[in-house]
């Protein structure tokens, strides 16, 4: 009896023991899919794509969200801080350090965060075989555009940056800075596929998705980064003339949503803000000044009757600097009406009048710097001087791109000017400055990396 | 009958505090209201007296030395020394002291009760060998570390497990809270920070704390004992008489070691000699608190932020009894704290703690259930405001009409970089969270025959939380577009498990032998919603979520599921020789399909050599114990769905449209890591068990090492979850006496002391060179070991920091950071001792720690002195001032030119870690108790009065605020003093 009582229990706890492994299978979490499923279907798979452009206005201001704008013309002589503070006085005083936590942050780590988005959704896109090519292609393009768009600016920012164009960590970890000229390659190569890949219209509703002619625009940009200035002619020329875009006449209403001028805009997440530009720029509140001014030197440059000056509004209160910068208008929560405006037309004319004078086109050349001038409402040129042209080309870039995209202060580094313009107008300044410090933390992580010349 | 009534009125009681508290919670959700807790407070104080009275006519019966330790019917320190009786809880077995075979601490309930603190984790300092306690924040609520035999994995996982009455506590090591809180924000650490899941226990009502620390002891909780397992046994009612037990104590808090802020004339010092070693004149540009502001204002922000002395109050009411074959025990709690930033009340926390235990008349049939609800409200700041003592003392804090200033000359603070910069906002952002946690549990047991029995263990825990935090404009900076904005959140984890095991046990001539066979199933589910409104258009709707005018969402759910089977085998030899043997096999679903499943086993042995003949006969050896233990354990403390490729929701739309993110780097193949332990000790007692010794020695293994492994962001995450071929060895003696005084004319004297010396070494670690982690640790050193610029002090000629060119480039850069420094833990220990004489009694508890840590040039590595518009220790005048001076800091800058990079390096320096060994006053109390008779008088059977006094004092050579939590900026552990009563009926 006790017997049988005791094999009968053994036997039944052994059984219980050996049974139900299948006891740790848990039910997926609502909070995910998986990537085999994300690109399956034509709309998430947009979703994906969306995730990118809300991710790259969702920290602000980082590098392709306004810190251009900000800290590069801090950087150059468009703009200064109208008080010291820890933010913003290294990038004005040129005085960078390696630790510096905006440049690790917003500059470094948000940027290669989104590559790594678009190089796994490429990757995904490559794999996925239920995708109608068409969409494929189309976001296939986009990511493409969206990648050599940060690489276009982290090699002029930082010179030698890892190349990165897969998710493969285990390499990737151990990637060093590839030279400039490779990245820039790559730039214009994906940008090329791009414009290739992408329609002429655009995903969706507006234009916060980019469109072949954003890409166009852009690889007209990277062209003159790269120095190929043929090359950016015939691009600038196709966007120019596909005639879907104009040059907005109220100067007020060139970053307005939708606008004529526009090529490609993001909007902010869950559509709420404007631009991170307006926040630097405007006036925090009634009687203050705002917090990055533009330099006198950027003032002086413009006539008196240059429309261009709307983009500036005085306020009597703030003392000794006059004016602020109001080419961006909003800062409000209250309601968007200006997205982050990544190109617009009228940067291709004047792309195109820099390599028309490059390829001795002058007549060209002053026929598109006159397009900018006429909107300006100032007077049209007349000479036919190469210097002059040159010369007038630099000032009219200066005076119509303040404040955008760092344009000045990379204009002035491909032009070899920085050295004698900013060693006039800054007391620190120091050749190495021209390209940021790679961030410290970085360096310790990937012993590849090598830091640039005077950090 | 008499009894049953008084029963009766003790539950009715109990249910109209419950209801009280109910409705207290929902209270708590309005600004913090100290009426109704205190009331509870006050009436549980009161019940017991006006209970006396019924309980007169028992009186004679209360035994008059009874100890009045808040129902505590357990086993005192005295007790503890007999060991041979003393049953000590290993988790699924219990096994005689004298027998045992593995290495388990313990700490009994009378320790932990007279220790005024609100997390039970913070009673243990010192108490155990090989437990090492450091509590991160002096925030209530706020997280306390505890590490079992050092540091197994390099980064992540090094929590033990913490079981409650055999029910595993869901999620202990993750905090709280979703929203931000004071309590968030740990020290330069930052391990765990957050609202702490063990702050939700009531300290009294835990009976005594067990700590499994070898294989042999925790290898039967296979894949989560690699850390070690802190089992927490809750009190039982063990008399067959009704005793009512009753204590109330009530005090004050202050931090307990901070340093000192420049004063205003100072920082005016400072700021302008730092522009004159620049050589820049200050304008109002560069320097508006030189020349805007009111340089003649001085506002001590330490005294202003963290000066409040913090209230302490707890009450305990316990009521316990039984028959022959039942026993019960019910008791309640409330406690309240309020925070040094403000004196409103910031933790509460009402709990309920009930317990019973029946048998059968044939004795084999037992039932033995606990059930215990707390509920514990936190209003705290939303920052730990110790974060802005540094706040300029010129920054002006008020306007004119009263209203919080956010501007001075027409200068936005924002616009200075700036901040948060008025710390008084901090005070209109409100942060409430409620929190219910309740673990119950209960254990059937059938003796089939003599020698077999089935037990079945089932047990839950649910974990809920709901925050709500708003941001008025009140609090919002008037220069920022930000609009008043809330968040609400709530969580709630539900766990459960049930446990079959089945018992044999046989007693033979030549000794005895123990099976245990069991199976265990867990399951945990948590899911969570947060909501975050912004764009409120008026501060009085900030409690609608529908009134914001933006609402962004997010929620998330996850599951985990365990299984394990264990099993256990003791044969004791003659009493003489005793073998364990245990093993278990475990799954997890927190590891990839291929890698679900593995096997943790551990054998030991002790040999009684005192049972020995050669040893038998001298008289004042009583045991004379060798032990050895060596096994296997493992770790799953990793996220769920971790290897799974996987996408997850943003929580921004783009225009509208859901976006999707991807979630992590993705790995499938990661596995099991394992910790090997070996364990060797010898224990003895003498002089008639009046002295107890014990020596240990251990050495942990650990490989295979699970981790969130960092990488650089170019690879798109910052980490990735991957197995590590790295090997940590940890390894030590702890030594531990006790001494017991044999008690004359009424004195008694017990004391005990014991200390560890832990020695943690990266043994392997192939490919670190080209690793991300080439600087960051170094093999043959502790993992708190980097390397490091070499600090050479302050150059005497330049006035600026400097450190040695290791590759004498002339600069420095990365390859000159190549000199190891650690931050090492060398011994640490407690030294408690009771002294009692008549009515008194006296304890004190001393625990001492000798480390190497952070001091306060940290902070100056990241705010440099004289730099901008933040305040200084005032440690900062001892600086550099012209050539020739041999100064600790360096001359004083406001530009971000060499000097400031100089000051930078710091961080990056051995020259942030120094000594901070310290010795710590832990605990004082002193009681007194009515003398029997007196108390007899007056219808009760026990009345004492106690002050008790926690982290009183520290002995420390230490540079910088608090040696324990080693950052100036993070609220230190308080020093609390209070004062209490307890009766017993």
Redesign the interface.
């Known amino acids: 009896m006790k017997n049988s009582i005791k094999i009968s229990l053994w036997s039944a706890v052994s059984a219980m023991l050996m049974s139900c492994e299948s006891f740790v299978d848990i039910n997926p979490s609502p909070q995910m899919m998986e990537s085999k499923d994300v690109f399956t279907t034509g709309r998430t798979a947009e979703a994906a794509v969306d995730g990118v452009y809300a991710f790259m206005r969702t920290s602000s201001p980082s590098l392709l969200n306004g810190a251009l704008s900000i800290y590069c013309g801090l950087a150059a002589d468009e703009l200064q801080v109208s008080s010291e503070n820890e933010l913003y006085s290294p990038f004005y005083h040129n005085a960078l350090q390696s630790g510096n936590s905006t440049v690790s942050y917003q500059l470094w780590d948000v940027p290669y965060q989104t590559i790594y988005r678009c190089n796994s959704i490429l990757e995904q896109l490559d794999m996925s075989a239920s995708l109608p090519a068409g969409i494929k292609h189309t976001l296939a393009g986009e990511m493409k555009l969206v990648r050599a768009l940060h690489y276009m600016y982290l090699a002029n920012l930082f010179g030698k940056v890892p190349l990165v164009l897969n998710t493969d960590y285990e390499t990737n970890a151990k990637l060093g800075g590839s030279a400039i000229d490779e990245v820039r390659q790559q730039v214009i190569r994906d940008l090329r596929e791009a414009s290739n890949l992408l329609p002429e219209a655009y995903r969706g509703v507006g234009k916060i998705r980019p469109n072949k002619w954003a890409a166009l625009a852009l690889l007209a940009r990277a062209y003159i980064y790269a120095g190929e200035y043929t090359d950016a002619q015939v691009v600038a020329s196709a966007v120019i003339d596909a005639n879907e875009y104009g040059l907005v006449a109220d100067l007020q209403d060139v970053f307005g949503i939708n606008s004529a001028e526009t090529i490609w805009e993001i909007a902010p997440p869950n559509n709420t803000g404007n631009t991170a530009e307006a926040g630097a720029l405007l006036p925090p509140g009634a009687g203050a000044a705002p917090a990055v001014l533009p330099t006198p030197s950027l003032v002086a440059v413009f006539d008196a009757d240059d429309r261009r000056m709307r983009w500036f509004s005085s306020q009597e209160a703030i003392g000794q600097n006059e004016a602020y910068i109001n080419k961006y208008r909003y800062q409000t929560y209250d309601a968007t009406m200006e997205y982050l405006v990544v190109c617009r037309l009228a940067e291709q004319y004047l792309i195109r009048a820099e390599s028309r004078i490059q390829s001795r086109d002058l007549e060209g050349a002053r026929a598109d710097i006159n397009v900018i001038r006429l909107r300006a409402g100032i007077d049209t040129l007349t000479t036919l001087d190469e210097t002059l042209l040159m010369e007038a080309l630099r000032e009219e870039r200066r005076r119509e791109l303040i404040a955008e995209w760092g344009h000045r202060w990379f204009d002035l580094i491909r032009w070899g000017m920085a050295d004698d313009v900013l060693g006039a107008a800054k007391p620190g300044w120091k050749a190495t400055a021209a390209l940021f410090p790679i961030p410290y933390e970085q360096l310790l992580y990937n012993p590849y990396l090598t830091q640039n010349a005077g950090y | 009958m008499k009894r049953n009534l008084r029963l009766w009125g003790c539950y009715a009681f109990i249910q109209k505090a419950t209801k009280d508290f109910l409705c207290v919670q929902t209270l708590a959700q309005a600004p913090a209201h100290p009426g109704p807790g205190l009331a509870i407070g006050v009436i549980m104080f009161l019940m017991p007296l006006a209970m006396s009275h019924t309980a007169h006519a028992r009186q004679q019966h209360q035994a008059a030395d009874r100890v009045a330790g808040s129902g505590d019917t357990s086993r005192t320190m005295k007790d503890t020394l007999l060991l041979e009786e003393v049953q000590i809880n290993a988790g699924y077995y219990t096994v005689k002291d004298r027998e045992r075979t593995g290495s388990i601490g313990r700490v009994d309930g009378k320790t932990i009760a007279r220790q005024p603190v609100g997390n039970p984790l913070a009673a243990l300092h010192g108490q155990v060998p090989g437990v090492e306690v450091t509590q991160q924040s002096g925030v209530p609520g706020g997280n306390v570390v505890l590490r079992i035999r050092g540091q197994n994995s390099m980064l992540n996982g090094n929590d033990p497990l913490y079981i409650i009455d055999g029910v595993p506590l869901s999620a202990a090591q993750n905090p709280l809270n979703q929203l931000n809180n004071a309590a968030g924000e740990g020290a330069i650490s930052n391990i765990g920070a957050g609202i702490s899941p063990l702050s939700l226990l009531n300290p009294a009502d835990i009976q005594s704390i067990e700590v499994l620390k070898d294989a042999d002891a925790t290898a039967i909780y296979g894949s989560r004992g690699a850390n070690g397992v802190i089992l927490i046994t809750t009190k039982k009612g063990v008399e067959e008489r009704l005793a009512v037990n009753a204590g109330f104590r009530t005090g004050l808090s202050t931090p307990a070691r901070s340093m000192d802020m420049l004063s205003g004339p100072q920082y005016l010092t400072m700021r302008k000699e730092a522009f004159a070693n620049d050589g820049i004149e200050p304008s109002?540009?560069?320097?508006?608190d030189l020349m805007l502001w009111d340089t003649t204002r001085y506002t001590d922000f330490k005294d202003l932020l963290i000066g409040q002395g913090a209230r302490y109050n707890d009450a305990q009411l316990s009521i316990s009894g039984g028959s022959a074959r039942s026993s019960y025990l019910i008791s309640g709690s409330y406690h309240d704290e309020s925070t040094v930033f403000d004196a409103e009340v910031a933790h509460r926390r009402y709990g309920l703690h009930s317990q019973a235990t029946l048998r059968n008349g044939a004795n084999n049939l037992r039932v033995n259930s606990s059930f215990t609800v707390s509920s514990a409200s936190n209003a705290l700041p939303v920052r730990d405001l110790t974060r802005y003592i540094k706040t300029s003392p010129f920054l002006r804090l008020y306007n004119d009409d009263g209203s919080l200033a956010w501007?001075n000359g027409?200068?936005?603070y924002?616009?200075?970089?700036?901040q948060n910069a008025n710390p008084l906002a901090f005070r209109n952002q409100e942060y409430d969270a409620t929190q219910l946690n309740i673990i119950g549990q209960n254990t059937v047991s059938y003796l089939?025959?003599q020698e077999?029995s089935?037990l079945v263990n089932t047990g839950f825990n649910v974990v809920r939380n709901d925050e709500h935090s708003r941001n008025p404009s009140t609090s919002i900076d008037?220069?920022?577009?930000?609009?008043p904005s809330a968040s609400f959140s709530n969580s709630r984890t539900v766990g459960w498990m049930v446990e079959?095991q089945?018992n044999y046990h046989v007693q033979r001539p030549w000794g005895e032998l123990s099976a245990l066979?069991g199976?265990t199933?867990q399951h945990q589910g948590m899911e969570s919603t947060s909501n975050n409104g912004?764009?409120y258009s008026s501060d009085l709707l900030l409690g609608s979520l529908s009134a914001a005018?933006?609402i962004?969402a997010r929620?998330?759910?996850?599951?985990?599921?365990?299984?394990g089977?264990y099993a256990r085998l003791n044969v004791n030899v003659r009493r003489r020789y005793i073998f364990n043997i245990t093993g278990r096999r475990d799954?997890?679903?927190r590891f990839g399909p291929e890698n679900?499943?593995a096997n943790f086993a551990a054998a030991g042995a002790a040999w009684l050599i005192s049972e020995e003949a050669f040893l038998r006969q001298v008289p004042w050896i009583s045991l004379v114990k060798l032990r050895g233990s060596f096994g296997v354990t493992g770790n799953d403390q990793i996220g769920?769905?971790q290897y799974?490729?996987?996408?997850?929701?943003?929580?921004?739309?783009?225009?509208?449209?859901?976006?999707?993110?991807?979630?992590a780097?993705?790995n499938p193949s990661y596995n099991w890591e394992r910790n090997r332990k070996l364990d060797v000790a010898l224990e003895g007692r003498l002089l008639n068990e009046s002295i107890g010794v014990s020596v240990n020695y251990f050495r942990n293994v650990s490989d295979n090492q699970l981790m969130l492994y960092?990488?650089?962001?170019?690879?798109?995450?910052?980490s990735?979850l991957r197995n590590m071929p790295a090997t940590v060895i940890n390894k030590g003696w702890e030594v531990q006496i006790n001494y017991d005084l044999p008690v004359r004319s009424g004195f008694r004297w017990s004391s005990a002391v014991n200390l560890s010396i832990p020695r943690n070494t990266l043994a392997d670690f192939p490919d670190q060179?080209?690793s991300?982690y080439?600087?960051?640790f170094v093999v043959g050193k502790s993992l708190s070991t980097d390397l490091r610029y070499r600090y050479l002090g302050v150059d005497p000629g330049s006035g600026m920091y400097h450190y040695v060119d290791a590759d004498g480039d002339g600069e420095y850069?990365?390859a000159d950071a190549v000199f190891p420094a650690s931050r090492d833990t060398y011994l640490f220990g407690g030294f408690s001792n009771t002294v009692s004489y008549r009515q008194f009694e006296l304890g004190i508890t001393f625990d001492f720690k000798k480390q190497d840590g952070y001091n306060y040039m940290y902070g100056m590595g990241s705010t440099i002195p004289g730099y901008?518009y933040s305040n200084q220790p005032v440690i900062v005048l001892q600086r550099w001032q012209q050539p020739g001076d041999i100064a600790p800091v360096q001359k004083f800058t406001?530009?971000?030119?060499e000097v400031?990079?100089r000051g930078?390096l710091l961080n990056?320096s051995d020259a942030v870690i120094s000594d901070a060994s310290f010795i710590r006053c832990r605990n004082v109390s002193l009681a007194y108790s009515f003398p029997a008779t007196l108390t007899q008088r007056a219808g009760i059977s026990g009345l004492r009065l106690m002050v008790q006094g926690q982290n009183l004092f520290t002995v420390t050579g230490y540079k910088g605020a608090d040696p324990e939590n080693q950052d100036l900026y993070v609220l230190p552990p308080l020093k609390t003093f209070v004062l209490g009563i307890e009766i017993t009926i």
């Open positions: 109002s540009t560069n320097a508006p501007e027409g200068i936005p924002r616009n200075l970089g700036l089939l025959t077999l089935v008037a220069f920022s577009s930000t609009r079959p089945v066979l199976a199933w912004s764009n005018g933006n962004s929620n998330n759910a996850n599951e985990y599921r365990y299984q089977t799954g997890s679903s679900r499943f769920d769905y799974v490729d996987r996408w997850t929701p943003g929580y921004s739309s783009y225009v509208g449209l859901s976006t999707l993110l991807p979630a780097l993705y960092t990488l650089p962001i170019q690879t798109g995450f910052a990735i060179a080209s991300s080439r600087s960051r850069t990365v901008r406001t530009v971000t030119g400031y990079r930078t990056s």
